[in-house]
């Protein structure tokens, strides 16, 4: 019971010394979720022919950078996504939903999807603010931290 304990407050402070950071982010998710996060440069000496230039929010943009400088972005996350049967949307958010302190790696492995995928398919980051993932993922994380240890700020 004793190496139980003391493994799983070596495991809380891991993810509160590398995601305490990321909560401050958790407002403004919410907030911006359901929303699109991306729009197309429409400058007026654009010709109308011109590959559109999608701009991003900057917040966004410091959230993704801060996420993939935790150090917790595993590129084998496709192995949480076929190990669980996440398929949709619905079932990362579900999966989300019902994460214990022992899955906050596969928290953070459909974040990953997001994350990582979004360096080469943009898109992503928005669409991961739009439904939800995001929000819902640090969301409970900050939840399973606090109801193992004491709250954090």
């Known amino acids: 019971m004793e190496k139980e304990n003391l493994y799983r407050k070596e495991l809380i402070d891991k993810y509160r010394r590398t995601m305490g950071n990321m909560f401050r982010y958790l407002p403004w998710l919410e907030e911006r979720s ?3 996060m991306v729009r197309n440069y429409q400058g ?3 010709p ?3 590959i559109t230039i999608p701009v ?3 917040t966004l943009l410091s959230f993704v950078k801060d996420m993939n400088a935790t150090g917790l972005m ?3 996350y496709v192995y949480i996504f076929s190990r669980n049967k996440i398929r949709t949307e619905q079932d990362e958010l579900r999966m989300i939903d019902k994460a214990e302190l022992k899955d906050i790696e596969n928290i953070l492995g459909i974040m990953a999807k997001y994350v990582l995928g979004g360096m080469t398919k943009g898109v992503l980051w928005s ?3 739009e439904n939800g993932v995001f929000y819902h993922g640090l969301k409970r994380i900050k939840e399973l931290l606090e109801m193992w ?3 954090l700020a």
């Open 149 to 151: 240890d004491e709250p």
């Open 74 to 76: 595993d590129r084998n």
């Open 48 to 50: 109308q022919r011109s």
């Open 127 to 129: 669409r991961a603010v």
């Open 34 to 36: 359901g929303e699109k």
């Open 56 to 58: 991003y929010d900057s």
């Open 44 to 46: 007026s000496d654009m």
